[in-house]
């Protein structure tokens, strides 16, 4: 006897499949990763007895946070933020992003290279007066010890 449910179930399967393949041949950019694993971690501590906005800014090429964060999300005093996976849909060597701490003035921690042990790293801005970062494991953390 014929099971027409998973005969029918089958060929739908098969048709979507065959969709799928024919839309990634005619368009190869439409299929993206849609959770792709993070390269590495980042976390920003505020070690300072004022709160404080952080920011991630896209100096160039292509990054993003996961979860995202948004614009002068509020760090507060002493406190340690989520920690973001950072994310290269075309991984490069261009690739370089910024963690923004802002209180009166802004200190900028610019990412332009990212490996265990071999960070490229410049802190630059009128509010550093104490900043610095440390790696643990694959995590990043970036901290402010005296923002002005």
């Given at each position: 006897m014929l099971n027409y449910k998973g005969l029918i179930s089958g060929l739908i399967a098969c048709v979507m499949i065959s969709t799928?393949?024919?839309?990634?041949?005619?368009?190869?950019?439409?299929?993206?990763?849609?959770?792709?694993?993070?390269?590495?971690?980042?976390?920003?501590?505020?070690?300072?007895?004022?709160?404080v906005g952080i920011s991630f800014q896209l100096n160039e090429g292509e990054a993003y946070l996961t979860p995202t964060l948004n614009n002068k999300t509020l760090l507060a005093a002493h406190q340690t933020s989520y920690s973001y996976g950072v994310i290269f849909p075309?991984?490069?060597?261009?690739?370089?992003?910024?963690?923004?701490?802002?209180?009166?003035?802004?200190?900028a921690f610019k990412v332009e290279f990212f490996a265990p042990g071999d960070p490229k790293?410049?802190?630059?801005?009128?509010?550093?007066?104490?900043?610095?970062?440390?790696?643990?494991?694959?995590?990043?953390?970036?901290?402010?010890s005296d923002i002005r």
């Open positions: 799928v393949i024919q839309e990634a041949q005619a368009n190869p950019s439409s299929l993206m990763i849609m959770d792709p694993a993070p390269h590495f971690y980042v976390q920003m501590e505020n070690q300072t007895a004022q709160d075309k991984l490069s060597s261009q690739d370089a992003f910024s963690i923004v701490f802002t209180s009166k003035q802004d200190c790293i410049t802190i630059a801005g009128l509010g550093c007066a104490g900043g610095g970062y440390s790696i643990d494991g694959h995590t990043l953390k970036l901290y402010i």
